[in-house]
């Protein structure tokens, strides 16, 4: 190869190499590019969602904590108010009005000294948190001794579906209780506090018909409706206060300074411990009624699914008890081993339940063979009643028939005596007797008439004997009582 050709070679592989490199640098450069791009769409969105979020620039701390301890002191003018709230709530469930037990709960004043536990816990405020847990115990003690005297003496109080639905919570009244105080702290700690939000929180969190509920239990002696209210107002209470602490933690509320190293260490460590158990009850309660609102919901789909669509079974009741981890079915007719070995089967099924025992009772009493024994004892029960009533019936005709002998046997002798006097008092009369008969003028309607015979003697004329026969009729009906008398002459 000639030095010519070898140095075109040699120039064509440098220009190659260089597009090659050009080419990746264009690539590196686009790729620093679409990096600065995403960066900057990452940027944006974090900047957006901060300024959505982020509610710390809007927060007034000295106005907040001044607001919550302001709302804390329980006395006075609020405890009316309480104690009025109380009584329209205690009607309200009573009455089972739902608009009733709303219109109670905007005018309660119990959200003070549950905020100031936790802004007290939040801050180691100790004087507060005394003052707090203090006038919270008073509002507790008013309000079940207001809704008790009404439940103790109102003549009208029963079950409601209002008062059952406080007996008795779940795991959404725990979210509820949680996130409405987030709401109200958030509104709390917001410069210029938002009033609608603070409504809607006392709807929601529902503090009062509990305290109604505990009531009504303390007045009927019924503890499980006292402990199931009580149990909802301390979800509600303790979430609250929660929510509270957590939202001033974020929001880097300053501590309270105390002078003497040794009571701020001490008040820390009291502050921290209040804390703990404030956080550790609510994680317990909100593990527990998780767990109880999963056993319910499978318990009751087993009982649709298993039991109501398979019209083979009849149930009559049921009982569940998750504390001993035992269900109990009840029902007619006879369960075969074949059944009740598939109930318990897809019993295992249902994950929260599957470790229950599984109790069947069955009416064997009421087996095919058994209704019919039931009806024909039945029938044979139905002809013996039927002869019975053939006797007594017999036997009530024959009465009849001697009470109506009786009954002419009396006729008789007042006859006999009515001829004596109707002859005493006039002596021409030859003939007297008298019988009733029916009469009917318009075809329609009958009538009963007493038509008296007489036959007077044969010496009377006959202006006399109108004359006799005109005062005879007005002493029979004064005799008789009837103004439906006829004489008439034979």
């Known amino acids: 190869m000639s030095n010519e050709n070898k140095f075109n070679f040699s120039e064509e592989e440098n220009s190659r190499a260089t597009n090659e490199k050009n080419k990746e640098a264009a690539v590196e450069e686009k790729k620093e590019a679409i990096k600065k791009d995403a960066q900057g769409l990452f940027a944006s969105i974090s900047v957006f969602l901060s300024e959505l979020l982020d509610f710390r620039d809007d927060t007034d701390r000295d106005a907040t904590i001044d607001a919550i301890k302001a709302d804390i002191p329980f006395k006075g003018a609020t405890a009316w108010i309480l104690v009025c709230s109380i009584m329209v709530a205690s009607v309200g469930l009573n009455a089972n009005s739902t608009a009733v037990v709303i219109g109670a709960m905007l005018i309660s004043p119990l959200m003070g000294p549950i905020l100031g536990v936790g802004l007290s816990i939040a801050i180691n405020d100790i004087d507060t948190l005394r003052k707090s847990m203090i006038n919270l115990a008073v509002m507790i003690v008013l309000s079940l001794l207001t809704a008790w005297l009404f439940f103790k003496f109102f003549p009208l109080s029963e079950d409601t579906s209002e008062l059952l639905g406080r007996t008795k919570p779940d795991i959404r ?11 109200l702290i958030i509104a709390r700690t ?77 008040i820390s460590q ?60 009840y029902f007619n007719g006879e369960i075969t081993d074949a059944t009740e070995s598939d109930l318990r089967n897809e019993l295992s099924s249902y994950k929260n339940i599957s470790d229950f025992d599984l109790i069947i009772n069955g009416n064997k009493n009421v087996s095919a063979e058994r209704l019919m024994d039931l009806y024909n004892k039945a029938l044979i029960t139905i002809e013996q009643r039927d002869s019975l009533l053939l ?100």
């Open 270 to 329: 009291l502050a921290l411990l209040v804390a703990i158990v404030v956080m550790a009850w609510p994680i317990y309660t909100f593990v527990k009624v998780l767990r109880e609102s999963q056993v319910d919901s499978d318990y009751d789909r087993f009982l649709k699914h298993e039991i109501e669509e398979n019209e083979s079974l009849w149930l009559q009741r049921e009982k569940i008890e998750p504390e001993k981890k035992r269900i109990t079915l």
């Open 190 to 266: 917001k410069k210029g506090t938002i009033a609608s939000v603070i409504f809607g929180v006392a709807i929601a969190t529902a503090l009062m018909p509990p305290l109604c509920t505990a009531g009504y239990g303390l007045a009927k002696s019924n503890w499980d409706y006292f402990g199931g209210a009580m149990y909802l107002f301390g979800i509600n209470t303790i979430f609250i206060a929660l929510a509270t602490f957590i939202v001033l933690k974020v929001l880097r509320f300053p501590m309270l300074k105390y002078a003497n190293s040794k009571k701020r260490k001490r």
């Open 391 to 490: 006797v007594k019936q017999s036997e009530l005709d024959t009465l009849k028939t001697i009470l109506s002998e009786k009954s002419n046997l009396l006729d008789n002798n007042s006859f006999v005596l009515l001829a004596k006097d109707a002859k005493i008092k006039f002596s021409n009369l030859e003939y007297f007797g008298y019988a009733k008969m029916l009469e009917s003028k318009d075809f329609k309607n009958v009538d009963t008439l007493t038509v008296a015979n007489v036959k007077w003697k044969a010496n009377t004329n006959d202006s006399l004997a109108q004359v006799e026969e005109a005062e005879l009729l007005l002493w029979l009906k004064k005799e008789l009582k009837t103004d439906k008398i006829k004489v008439k002459r034979d």
């Open 173 to 183: 009244d725990v979210l509820i209780a949680f996130f409405g105080g987030l709401a």
